[in-house]
């Protein structure tokens, strides 16, 4: 599998764009559900804008990465990528990306692995061969970062995510009707440089997923609302 993309980094006067889109193009022999030969045509897109206000810059995030629709026929169009580390809608900050979301509670198989942002039913980015029969996924995102002084930073993000399609998951759990929703990802940090310069960084965020009915339909309603807490301290010298 080969891929073709296109990335660009830059600003029109105030308005900061960063846009990134791709395609996945090859075979892979045996497919996931076939011992035939299978097409991959999978597509990526992202792109994020930011706009500065005096101490603030506010931003607007969106991501769609093409899911499978059909797992048993000869095409694979869900997008996944050779090492995933994204940089994209409130990053290690926000849950989905920064957590590792088993498909099945206990399972060695994560519907989202750590630090990724696509579903790519994979044990883990380090293991396992890139997958391109997954459900795919819709992502659009609001978020600021706020510098309350030179040497300290608040960032604040909110993702609404969904899946492009379901029926892998659907052939993969044996449950029909699961929904595309996953649910609002809200997530929030601090950025302390005591000697404003990249010597020493502190950093705390904490977020939480709100289930949206596709997360419910996946882990059930009656699972706690899940969130994280993360605490790093970088040293460089």
Avoid: C
């Amino acid at each position: 599998v080969a891929y073709a993309g296109l990335n660009g980094d830059g600003h029109f006067g105030r308005l900061n764009l960063t846009a990134s889109g791709y395609l996945a193009y090859g075979d892979v022999d045996p497919g996931l559900f076939s011992l035939e030969e299978t097409d991959v045509r999978a597509a990526f897109l992202a792109a994020e804008a930011g706009f500065d206000m005096d101490w603030i810059r506010w931003r607007v995030s969106a991501v769609y990465a093409s899911g499978d629709n059909d797992p048993y026929d000869d095409t694979e169009t869900g997008f996944d990528a050779v090492f995933e580390n994204p940089i994209v809608a409130g990053a290690d900050t926000s849950f989905l990306i920064r957590q590792n979301v088993p498909f099945i509670g206990g399972g060695g198989v994560a519907l989202m692995g750590r630090n990724g942002i696509l579903p790519s039913l994979r044990p883990s980015k380090e293991q396992g061969q890139s997958n391109f029969i997954n459900p795919g996924l819709m992502l659009v995102g609001l978020g600021a970062d706020a510098d309350l002084y030179p040497e300290l930073r608040l960032s604040l993000n909110w993702n609404y995510v969904r899946f492009d399609s379901t029926e892998v998951l659907e052939a993969l759990r044996q449950q029909s009707n699961i929904d595309k929703e996953l649910g609002h990802d809200i997530s929030l940090s601090l950025t302390w440089r005591p000697f404003m310069s990249q010597n020493i960084v502190v950093r705390s965020s904490a977020a939480t997923l709100i289930p949206g009915k596709g997360f419910d339909d996946l882990y059930g309603r009656e699972a706690a609302t899940p969130h994280s807490i993360l605490f790093n301290i970088i040293l460089t010298y």
